[in-house]
């Protein structure tokens, strides 16, 4: 995601949404790829179904919460606000239910992405890591 937290959040939608399109992709790939070696399909035809579909999956994803998250910063007037972080995976949470036909996964993939999200943005702003020394 380096370059995403570049500039100022909602503006160059087009770019954001672009970033996380193709880090979504780039996580199906990874995920159908085990889910390809863990569940064997019957054959190479089915595997490249299942990785086109994952990979598609992922990647609308990442459009969703990319473009939700910097429409969100502009229509609120809030830039920094994580709760455009929280509408923006909330919004692919609900795109996930959606491609699931379940309301149940919509909804718990809705808080569970909203609420990542939004933390993320926050320990963005405040400088968490996640890996490294502490610091004192």
């Known amino acids: ?25 780039a996580a199906g790939l990874v995920g159908a790829a085990y889910r390809i070696i863990l569940l064997r399909p019957g054959s190479a035809l089915a595997a490249l179904q299942t990785a086109a579909a994952d ?27 994580p709760l455009n972080y929280f509408i923006g995976g909330c919004a692919a949470g609900a795109v ?3 491609r699931a036909h379940s309301y149940l996964t919509g909804t ?8 990542t999200a939004a ?9 968490w890591r996640l890996m490294g020394p502490p610091k004192l």
């Open 1 to 25: 995601m380096a370059g995403y937290w570049d500039g100022p959040e909602g503006e160059q939608c087009p770019q954001r949404t672009w970033l996380a399109t193709r880090v979504g992709a």
């Open 55 to 81: 990979s598609v999956t992922m990647a609308t994803l990442g459009a969703v919460f990319g473009l939700s998250t910097c429409l969100s910063a502009q229509v609120r007037e809030e830039p920094e606000d």
């Open 96 to 98: 996930l239910g959606v």
């Open 108 to 115: 718990t993939a809705c808080l569970g992405l909203g609420i």
């Open 119 to 127: 933390l993320m943005k926050i320990g963005n702003k405040e400088g």
